[in-house]
């Protein structure tokens, strides 16, 4: 299969990204809709999505990236291997959340990873950075109690930055007591994850639980 040229940084401000997806109708997009549901936020080629789907079959795999021939891509090869508890979708995670979660069966959402996104080094593109206030609570309204969001970055300000948007939130709890998960908790390392540890170098985790707070949507 050729390779998808694609670039690599794409503004989620820009004009073109600003139109939210419409909600899934799933019992179209999955064999099973009312199985638990993993949510993979900025999930690049998929492959990581690709290999989780096909180690847990009774769960379905969500996988959303801004980047939409990468989507193309990841969706054809989720074809040829007849995946029917995995989908990729194309969309700006950041105005399309709501609009997307709003018709999931309640309940469902067990999952969260957010992995390795654009780090936006400059302070004055920290907006373009995934992980905003609104997306922590926007998922709070959805995520199932006892469900999990694991983040994880090689760029420390950028794991900082998520962690601590999700620790000051009332609806997570932090698992561990130390800073950084020293594991990855998922059976499935992502490209980048082994990349960088091929280099020797470390990889910044953490995991949060939701809590009990009694105002998920129902």
């Excluded at 400059?122 to 998922?139: F, G, I, S, Y």
């Excluded at 300000?157 to 609806?171: G, I, Q, T």
Aim: glycine residues 4%; aromatic residues 10%; charged residues 20%.
């Amino acid at each position: 299969m050729a390779a998808v040229r694609v670039r690599q940084h794409v503004n989620p401000l820009a004009q073109k990204y600003q139109t939210p997806v419409s909600p899934l109708e799933w019992e179209k997009v999955y064999a099973k809709p009312n199985q638990s549901l993993h949510l993979d936020i900025g999930c690049a080629k998929g492959l990581f999505l690709l290999n989780m789907a096909k180690i847990e079959p009774n769960w379905n795999f969500l996988g959303l990236e801004i980047r939409e021939p990468l989507v193309v891509e990841a969706n054809k090869l989720r074809s040829q291997l007849a995946l029917t508890n995995l989908h990729y979708l194309f969309c700006n995670v950041n105005n399309s959340l709501k609009s997307l979660l709003s018709s999931l069966p309640p309940g469902s959402l067990q999952r969260v990873t957010i992995q390795f996104p654009d780090p936006w080094f400059k302070t004055r593109h920290a907006k373009r950075r995934v992980v905003q206030p609104e997306l922590v609570a926007e998922l709070a309204n959805y995520l199932a109690v006892g469900g999990v969001v694991f983040l994880q970055s090689d760029m420390e300000f950028v794991a900082v930055e998520m962690r601590d948007r999700f620790a000051v939130h009332p609806a997570y709890q932090q698992v561990g007591t130390e800073e950084w998960l020293a594991a990855n908790p998922l059976p499935v390392a992502t490209e980048r994850e082994i990349y960088t540890q091929n280099k020797g170098e470390p990889v910044y985790r953490a995991l949060f639980i939701r809590r009990d707070t009694g105002n998920q949507q129902q």
